[in-house]
């Protein structure tokens, strides 16, 4: 197996975090607000693999483990809020629920 | 050299075979049910009704591939394509016999886990862009349906993989030279065979279709060939669950006398046969008993399946 | 194998920002599941092949699948994309992009300081992975299946009945 | 089964009865509550009475008992049990304390039985006498010092039993702080005995005084100067006596029983149970002996002023607990527990009487409006006498005058007393009877001004009868060598207390110091009598003059301390309290909570719910916090 440069795969992260970044900021939607994080951590996790593969040990590969779990349950109760939200307000832009204002 | 055309070949006749398969499976569907539920079945054309394949396929293809225009396009052209694609390749880790196998990889398990999360969005994107509330329906079942079946299914080869010490097909054939796993492994095998039936989305786990409640649930907007795709997808998902069936817990090619294909080609048909008969033997569930049943008994039977199999494996090895 | 990475990491990239972009939501979660197959690609590609089937199983096989179903459920049609549409005006994208780039120029101007160092000399595979997984991370794992409970319970309470406001409550069984 | 193990029991069983009255009290009948009442006081005097015919028949080894129960505190190598000891001078206490207590508890039966909050009052005096007989069972100062404030909180409860009028309460607050200051004394002395000795238990405390503290010193002056305030605070002694004549807006039997028979009396009990100290720093002993005679004079003529009936009693109160601490200065312990234990007798009868005089009278309190009731109530008017009579120290027949001659004999033998004790005894003497005189013919003599309107029943007319019997019959466990020489009683408290020094003069002298007595005496209820009966012009005109009618201002009002004390202490600090009302120092934390709420007013606006904002806020953040680690 050819070896590939670690600074390569740590760009490909950043890029998509970046993205994964503008689509939080720029979305009203909450379901892809949720879904831009998603990119975000995902891109998180390629940064941790790709660093565990530099030295040749598993751990990255289990930070990405652990970050697939945090992600699955974020993904479950961001929905389960999601679906609460949409039924009590009957909209899921994020800027129309800003009830919990200071 | 040789190598690379003898994958070549390989990868042909496996599409070849499979794909002709799928059709003789129509006609075999239909005679098996027949003859189940006391009446006749196909039997005009050709002998034993044989040639119902071919007037099919030419049924098939000759209509008219109407796409309503309240649909959403894309999609709804892509969604038929997915079955085809993640059933078929999901053949090319499936050891046929000694070496006959076109990826001999070591993560085999995981890309057929892999292949078939994938082959939930057929369903679920057909279902959607039909824009149409009872494909919607069918779509949403099929996604929780799937998405339940899809945890157990990985759980109950886990006990597989940890009695093999490979995710590598062929190596967990090999460790079957010593005892079939549907021994030790009962249990996993059920549960298997259970989520097998859900992913296939057959009888007795068809609410998806359910043409008694959602009409023809996600396929009710298709017709001609993209329907098609989904009849014949199905079959090739059925053929493909009995193979993996066969490699899993029933010794894949192993067996005595006859030559390690043939011993394949028949276990595989037994559980073909078997997928057939259950259709006409269980009635379908509600959809809510389906998920009780997932979530409250075949999950803790899998874990439990899981935890004795690991326990045991430290024990002996201890 | 260059070649390789470049491919699937230009796909990735594409997809990515065709998935913030898009007006619809399930277009967009295709374009996701795209993205993610392209980053499970690349895993392999640095051997990590046991982290690249988990990508597309987890990530795209039943977050998407999950994603997917609450758009199905809520089902806002094509409303809900002339919505979006009409919040996403081009100067909505000024002020975020500017961050994004600035992130990213930072962050990669740190990465490339230095010389590329190789990475993925050596496939680590799902036997590895599991040994130090249930090895010297035992206590995390749990913790993660505390963190799974929570979001489970969580869950399963947002949705209890008797919070939904009043129309809610009251599904007539019988006419 | 050794008989000393029911010690726990007699402060037990009244502490139950507490618990149960309080808990359940509100929802029995009256029968009920007084039966548990009275039965659990009861309960304990039996076992009492079994207790002391045990200790007298075979007195235990020491002559004392001691029983602990579990450990109460344990703080590093300090800790305090809850251990009762008993000994003869704990016993007496005890025997007077569940005795008069159960004789009260009946009377109270009666006397209340149309108040409302029954069971409060009997739960309230449950709690008291169990109190009370931890504070003199005690084995160590801490538990003595829970006793100690038992009694306290008791009497605060019932001093403001009727707590609907302001007034009551006002009192009990003035009986409260007032005695707090000798608390705090005490509390004083505790921490000071504890760096001494290491311990509170009293007695390795008292078996190691001599070595520890030495004679004369400076550390014994303390010790026994700081109990000396606590037991002045409690005993109502100058100067903290003020508290007492207010106390008397609680109920008749509280006052008989908390404000005359044994409360007051815990100073007396402290400093005889402590007096190794006290011999250990004669300076103190003087003080104490000063202390008692001048509030026994002051007090005295306090009384001769008063137009209620209670005051001139509680002033009495004061006084005569001013003689038990003439007695405790000259060195006499046992006079002091002997005038101590006839005191509980004589007095509680008098409050007793004159609580059935009021009550008979419609709650009329004025002496004055009173009068001729000698015909009309003669069961209360003769166990008045009888109590007066023991008050006053009518010679021979009273107990009092036995009690009391003994403390003047050794105020006058004693090396620690002397003349002046002696002739400020006299004087008193002289005082009690013309002032005891004077209650007794403003009361039943003379014309009537009030009406009766109903009489005393049984429980309570019963319950006057036996305390009339014992105030005029105790006094005979002790008598003078000049008639008879018993000395049952000093032989018993002899076990536990040091017998006084022995007498430098001889019989003769006895007797002369008796004649004056008697004749101080006589010659008070004489003059009382031809004043108050006879009525004299000349003695109008005396009473009408300026210049007495600033006496009876000044002796009315108890020599003034209250409006000294409103001047000194009150009014300082309620007009410190009026100029700092805005708390000076809180300002600044106000000031500090003003900046604070102002700055959250400010912050809170970037709260604005806007997710997407809060979003770009933290990438604005990461993004600076990233160039800062990248470029500095």
Known sequence: ?102 | MSDVVFKLVLIATVLLVILHLAGFLIWVERRLLALLQDRLGPNRAGPLGLFIIVADIIKIFTKEDWIPPFIDKPVFVAAPMIIMVTALLSFAIVPFAPGAVILDLDIGVLLFLGLSSMGIYNVILAGWASNNKYALLGGLRMAAQMFSYEVFMGLSLMGVVTLAGSFNLSAIVHAQREGWFIVPQFLGFLIFFIAALGETHRLPFDMPEAESELIAGYHTEYSSMKFGMFFVGEYISVTLFSALMTTFFFGGWLGPVLPPLAWFCVKTAGFIVVFIVLRAALPRPRYDQLFAFGWKFILPAALLNLVVTGALVLWKSS | MNTVFFIAAGVAVISTLLVICHSNAVHALLYLIISFSAVAVIFYLMGAPFVAALEVIIYAGAIIVLFLFVVMMLNLGPVATAQEKAWLQPRMWIGPSILGAILLALTVSLLWRGAPTAAGGAEVGPRQVGAALFGVYLLAVQLAALLMLAGLVGASHLRRRELLPESETKTELLP | MNVYDLLPLIPGIPLAGFLVLALAGGRWRRGAVAAAGCGTVGLAALLTAVVAAAFLRAPPEGFAATRTLWTWVAAGDFAAEIGLHLDALSLLMIAVITGVGFLIHLYSAEFMAKEEGYSRYFAYLNLFVSAMLILVLADNLLLLLLGWEGVGLCSYLLIGFWYRDPANGAAARKAFVVTRVGDTALLAGLFVLYGKFGTLQIGQMLHAAPAVLGSGSAAAALVAALLLGGAIGKSAQLPLQTWLPDAMAGPSPVSALIHAATMVTAGVYLIARHHVFFELSPAILGVVGALGAATLLLAGFSALAQHDLKRVLAYSTISQIGYMFLALGAGAWTAAMFHFMTHAFFKALLFLAAGAVIHALAHEHDMFRMGGLRTRLPLAFWTFVAGSASLAALPLVTAGFYSKDLILFHAWTSPHGGPWLWAAGLAGAAVTALYTGRMVCLTFFGVAHTEVSHRPGVLMSGVMVVLAALSLLAGFVETPHTLGGVSVFSRFLGTALPAPAEPHAGAGAELALQVAASAAVLLGLGAAAYAYLRQPPWFRQLAASSAAAALHRLWSAGWGFDWLYDRLVVRPFVGLARINRGDVIDRLYAGLAWLCRTLHARLSETQNGLVRRYAMGIAAGAVIALAIVAFL
């Open chain 1, 1 to 102: 197996m050819t070896t590939l440069p670690m600074e390569y795969g740590l760009t490909l992260a950043m890029v998509l975090f970046a993205l994964g970044l503008v689509g939080v900021l720029v979305r009203r939607n909450l379901i892809f607000m949720l879904v831009s994080v998603e990119i975000m951590l995902n891109a998180a996790g390629l940064a941790f693999v790709t660093a565990g593969m530099r030295w040749g040990q598993p751990d990255g590969q289990i930070m990405f483990l652990f970050i697939l779990t945090m992600a699955a349950a974020e993904v479950a109760v961001g929905l389960a809020i999601i679906v609460r939200l949409f039924r009590q307000e009957n909209t899921i832009d994020a800027d129309a629920t800003s009830k919990m204002r200071g």
